[in-house]
């Protein structure tokens, strides 16, 4: 018997190791809730998604890091970066990268005071003249239709820095609406009733504005990366078996509630 474990321990001894490739991908370091650093580390939900998704990729050792994001994009746009989270889908501005598979969907909406919304405002921008709408300063947000009604003198539109600031200017009825994505305003808004600024019923959800997709942006030219393929694939089976189970959905709801 010892002779047989002797021969099985020489034997596993001799298997030869395969090493895990080395991986590092970036993330927007300053996109709450979805991707952001806190407490001197990358979090946020896409971060959290693509953690639990390379977790079962066995062959790759992936290590994340926040970046900030226009320096992100002219490094993979010059090669030296081989992913980059979350772009979206911009092929004829950023051909840069690759955009084979969403990882969730980003809805931009437009959040009201309770009275304002008594009866329903469902039309973008249509059912908003003569209101004043808030916007974080510098987001061109609202599209077309939106900004002529502005320059029209139909919409009056009030520009504040910051999510946290345009919701108390909404919550204390200095505008009577606020346009931006829809998770980024649950999570602000939480923290605010957490901080008792909000009473955790006065704003409500009234319409979708527009929606967009957020990837994981691969590299184009793989020249350097000469395992880009296996990664893809793999990469977006598990995503895709995630998806499929709910547990993307999961980690969404854990997060902002």
Known sequence: MRNIVVII?????????????EIMIHGDDSYPPYSYMESGRL??????????????????NVTLKGTPWKRGLSEIESGKLFALYPPY????????????VPILDEKLVVVCQKSVVSSPRPNWPADYMGLII?????????????????????????????TPKNLLKLIAGRVDCYMNDALSIQWELKKLKNEGKYDGTSVVE?????????????????????????FKTKY?????????SGELDQIINDFIQ
């Not at 001799?14 to 090493?19: E, G, L």
């Open 236 to 244: 977006h089976k598990v995503l895709g078996e995630m998806k499929a």
């Open 9 to 21: 321990c020489a034997l596993a001894l001799s298997m030869p190791v395969v090493a895990k490739t």
């Open 206 to 230: 009234a319409a979708t504005i527009s929606s967009e997709q957020g990837f994981l942006g691969i590299v184009t030219d793989g020249t350097n990366y000469p395992f880009k393929a296996d």
């Open 134 to 162: 808030g916007n974080n300063s510098g987001f061109s947000a609202g599209g077309d239709e939106f900004r002529s009604a502005v320059a029209s003198g139909k919409i009056k539109l009030s520009e504040t820095k910051g």
């Open 43 to 60: 979090t946020g939900i896409y971060t959290v998604i693509l953690e639990k998704v390379f977790a079962q990729m066995p062959d790759y």
């Open 89 to 100: 889908k911009r092929p004829e501005l950023r051909p840069y990268m690759e955009y084979d």
